[in-house]
């Protein structure tokens, strides 16, 4: 299983205290993103891309071919470009707190995100983690990360229906119902996934929604119990055709 967290999280942040349910029953890759955690940051803008790159590029170095995939917020974006540009490596994909196009994303939180600065988000867990982990941690760099972010995938809007139709994985998809991600928006990339049917009648459905109460966008996870059901119950289910 692999597992790709947000921007300005780290695997620790986003994903500690589901991480050993995650792994009790399977293999979980967890990897600090560019600029984030423990990993360096280079002289490379942010992107979609470039990062689901550098995710392929660590599965090829570790000789596994295929994994579950879980991804939140710009996790969650490269989760989503595997599964369309690369559906030989996902059997099962989470994508938790992310859009597929911009118009899904609501406009104030784009416009919070360029404003970005290390004085706003001091005294913040996110400052504390990067301070205590980072190859170079100070308030610079920080801020480099910060402007990095704020100009997250600049000039992509998105992925077309046809794309997310196009999904071979079954998807699970989660969201806070006070989120920066638009509720209608997530019932449309479920409708695209093959979902919002009467189940009782035609069977439910292998793509699969969860709004998560009382749940904002950098609280994603937060309900810890609520999500490890949730996500483990989808992984758990059997593949469609078993």
């Excluded at 609501?106 to 400052?127: F, H, K, Q, W």
């Excluded at 704020?150 to 998807?171: E, K």
């Excluded at 189940?199 to 810890?224: E, M, W």
Aim: charged letters at 20%; one cysteine or more.
């Amino acid at each position: 299983m692999l597992l790709l967290h947000g921007g300005l999280f780290n695997i620790d942040l986003q994903f500690g205290q589901l991480l050993p349910s995650l792994a009790e029953n399977r293999q979980v890759i967890a990897t600090d993103f560019q600029g984030h955690g423990r990993t360096n940051d280079i002289d490379r803008p942010l992107a979609t891309a470039d990062l689901a790159s550098d995710v392929i590029g660590l599965l090829q170095h570790l000789g596994v071919p295929q994994v579950d995939v879980f991804g939140f917020s710009v996790g969650g974006a490269v989760a989503e470009y595997l599964a369309i540009r690369h559906p030989e490596l996902v059997r099962k994909v989470i994508i938790s707190s992310a859009s597929f196009h911009r118009d899904g994303d609501r406009a104030e939180n784009a416009d919070a995100m360029g404003e970005l600065s290390v004085d706003l988000i001091a005294g913040t867990p996110m400052e504390a983690e990067y301070l205590a982990k980072s190859p170079h941690p100070d308030r610079e760099h920080l801020q480099g990360l910060l402007d990095k972010l704020g100009s997250f995938d600049r000039g992509f809007t998105g992925w077309s229906d046809d794309d997310i139709r196009g999904i071979a994985a079954p998807t699970l998809i989660t969201v806070g119902d006070c989120d920066a991600v638009k509720l209608e928006h997530a019932v449309r990339f479920l409708q695209l996934r093959g979902g919002d049917v009467n189940g009782d009648f035609v069977g439910v459905p292998a793509s699969q929604l969860a709004v998560f109460p009382g749940t904002t966008h950098f609280f994603g996870l937060a309900r810890t119990d609520l999500a490890r059901d949730v996500v483990l119950t989808f992984l758990d289910a059997p593949m469609p055709g078993a």
